[in-house]
């Protein structure tokens, strides 16, 4: 029988006591013990890719009991997984939605911002941060990060400020806590929601308590090379019950059906099917079993994942603190709890070698780079055909966006992988420097 780590039981019951399924499950727990088998590791060939997805046998086995079940669609898995997920954060009510972009469209809309609402956002983000914001009819307003932590700079948001300002959507960005603190003074003295996009930091915590858990809303995303997998996915959390009733409901074409008030809506409208009634000018946001038949199994291992990620980053930290002349190293800053989406590296202006001679070189070994997410998002040529207003001349942006990249900390990725990294940066500078 497939059960979840807090104990529901499969959607149809014979399918779990049927000895045909117990068959389908052991050979699928047999297939992947081989397929996780660790493989050679070849010095200066083997890929050593950004990120590496972090699901096994419980998952496959859970997932497919839904698709046997013909129960496919948002139901007790997923509810069973808000459940999970909200006690983990540490908030009230947690909604799953289809995807962490999904998961921003769908908190910017249960605001009810203003047309033309200004949203302050980091200039540093992901694509995703900034068009839904477009797409609710606000305006994005850019401004600078820190050259160190990437993430939004509150000094630069209060400057930013204007009367046409109703939010602030700081990012988490690679899994560094942001000074909510600071933010969430900026936002009560000046009356403004906070949104925060956790999309990159599921399990992060600024003053031990975990990020998410401070702002009007937050996002969370799933995706299949995030710290916790559901393959795609997302979650809103927020400790509004009312809020999160308009979340539901906006999730899910705008009706009443999955709501805690569904009768009371049916009560006032009696003349309307609930089954078939509409409150809201919703989408289809939602989720599916076979997403939250991961998400159950993926959640009780967050822990261990993200310890493995940052044993990485302290491994490295250690062996390229030689280089500190040459590269900005990132590091944990006071009273956060970094959990490392990725290793960032900012390539100083004055040495002796560009940002693309070390990827490169990397590269050349097998070992993938990328740009911080998106870079400077004022850069991106679809800017143009977006209104939105830039607070600054975002020299930090502007220079992680031309210096700065990230490689894969991921806890799969093993000592030989991590031994290597080290002696191709070593390689790399005994060569330019």
């Not at 948002?74 to 289809?98: L, T």
């Not at 040459?326 to 040495?351: C, F, M, Q, S």
Request: proline residues 5%.
């Amino acid at each position: 029988m497939t059960t979840s780590p807090i104990g529901i039981r499969s959607t149809l019951t014979w399918l779990a006591e049927d000895s045909r399924f117990q068959k389908i499950a052991d050979l699928v727990s047999e297939y992947m013990a081989v397929y996780e088998e660790p493989k050679e590791f070849v010095l200066g060939k083997t890929r050593i890719p950004l990120n590496v997805p972090t699901y096994g046998a419980p998952e496959v086995i859970e997932a497919l009991d839904s698709l046997m079940s013909t129960w496919v669609t948002m139901g007790a898995k997923v509810k069973a997984f808000e459940e999970m997920f909200a006690q983990y954060v540490g908030i009230s009510d947690a909604v799953m939605v289809n995807s962490g972009s999904s998961a921003n469209l769908l908190a910017l809309s249960a605001l009810g911002l203003s047309a033309g609402a200004e949203v302050i956002t980091p200039a540093i983000t992901w694509a995703t941060t900034v068009f839904p914001i477009v797409q609710i009819g606000a305006v994005p307003v850019l401004v600078d990060v820190s050259p160190q932590t990437f993430n939004i700079d509150p000094e630069e948001v209060e400057r930013a400020i204007t009367p046409k300002t109703e939010a602030i959507m700081p990012v988490h960005l690679l899994g560094n806590p942001c000074d909510m603190d600071a933010i969430m003074d900026i936002a009560m003295r000046r009356g403004l929601y906070v949104i925060e996009d956790a999309c990159e930091a599921t399990g992060a915590e600024w003053r031990r308590k975990k990020v998410g858990s401070f702002g009007d809303l937050a996002t969370f995303s799933f995706y299949f090379s995030h710290h916790l997998s559901t393959v795609e996915g997302g979650m809103v959390t927020s400790n509004n019950q009312e809020v999160a009733e308009k979340l539901r409901s906006l999730r899910t074409h705008g009706g009443v059906r999955d709501l805690k008030s569904r009768d009371a809506w049916a009560m006032k409208h009696s003349d309307i099917d609930s089954r078939f009634l509409f409150i809201h000018a919703g989408y289809n946001l939602r989720p599916t079993e076979m997403q939250a038949a991961f998400g159950i199994h993926q959640l009780p291992q967050l822990e261990k994942f993200i310890e493995g990620r940052r044993e990485t980053v302290a491994f490295w930290n250690t062996k390229f603190a030689k280089y500190s002349d040459y590269l900005v190293l990132p590091r944990e800053e006071l009273n956060t709890r970094h959990v490392w989406l990725g290793y960032p590296i900012t390539v100083k202006k004055d040495a002796p070698f560009r940002r693309g001679d070390l990827t490169a070189f990397l590269e050349a070994k097998g070992v993938e780079t990328r740009p911080i997410v998106a870079g400077n998002i004022a850069e991106q040529p679809v800017m143009k055909d977006i209104k939105h207003r830039i607070a600054g001349a975002l020299p930090n942006a502007r220079a992680i966006h031309r210096q700065g990249f990230y490689i894969g900390c991921q806890r799969e990725m093993g000592e030989e992988a991590r031994e290597a990294i080290v002696g191709y940066f070593e390689e790399f500078f005994k060569e330019r420097v």
